[in-house]
């Protein structure tokens, strides 16, 4: 159904309404009056099908119930619909440690985790309740994966999970790097040409009196003769 709403009742008024749905016959599973309703999720609903014809003796008979998928109030954080919008990074290294920054539809702090998975591997993100911001914002970092020994990139999912009935996001992607053997750029250096420091030191002359020495002296020092003895 498109453009389909759902009239909402005040909790005072609740039992009165299932009462006026009693007395015009709307009681398809006779469950009665509902007189415990704060046992009762109220931000989740299924629409209820029922169909009734007339068989060939006039009498009036009822097919069995369906119902909907559940409907969930997307206002509430403890039912609505997981969803996230964004991520600063899509890779990361093997290790762990990447700071995220996840833009989410509200979700409640004290109920929520970010999940990596992988076939059968599976983490969860590092933070704390504090790191989430307004509910619409997490700041993490990432779990190490399973293997810090890639060879190549692995690219696996990221997802919400609502801690309480384990209900999770559309997952987005994100790649696991291999470590980086030359966290320092050491080799970069040496392929740009830029003097090696720890090589001079170690080499026969390390603090290049020598190369000084043999330095051409400025051209303004030929106009001055030597002192004599």
């Known amino acids: 159904f498109s453009n389909l709403g759902i009239q909402c009742v005040k909790k005072k008024e609740i039992e009165a309404a299932i009462e006026k749905k009693l007395q015009l016959g709307i009681d398809p599973f006779k469950a009665g009056s509902l007189k415990n309703h704060q046992e009762v999720d109220m931000n989740v609903v ?11 003796s006039g009498q009036t008979r009822h097919l069995s119930p369906v119902l909907s998928e559940p409907i969930f109030d997307k206002k509430s954080t403890n039912t609505s619909e997981l969803r996230i919008c964004r ?12 700071e995220l920054y996840l833009l989410c539809d509200k979700v409640q702090k004290e109920d929520i985790a970010v ?35 890639l060879a190549e990139p692995v690219e696996v999912e990221v997802f919400l999970q609502r801690l309480t009935d384990s209900v999770c996001s559309e997952s987005f992607r994100f790649t696991y790097l291999p470590k980086d053997h030359d966290a320092y750029g050491v080799n970069v250096k040496r392929k740009r040409g830029m003097p090696d420091v720890l090589e001079e030191l170690s080499g026969s002359d390390p603090y290049g009196i020598e190369a000084k020495r043999r330095k051409k002296p400025p051209g303004y020092m030929d106009h001055f003769a030597p002192l004599p003895a």
């Open 46 to 56: 299924r629409i209820c099908f029922q169909a009734s014809y007339k068989d060939s």
């Open 87 to 98: 991520m600063n990074k899509e890779s990361g290294p093997c290790t762990g440690g990447e």
């Open 115 to 149: 999940v990596f998975r992988k076939e059968t591997w599976e983490a969860r993100a590092d933070f704390s309740q504090a790191d989430v911001h307004r509910q619409v914002a997490i700041v993490f970092k990432t779990p190490p994966y399973q293997h810090l020994e």
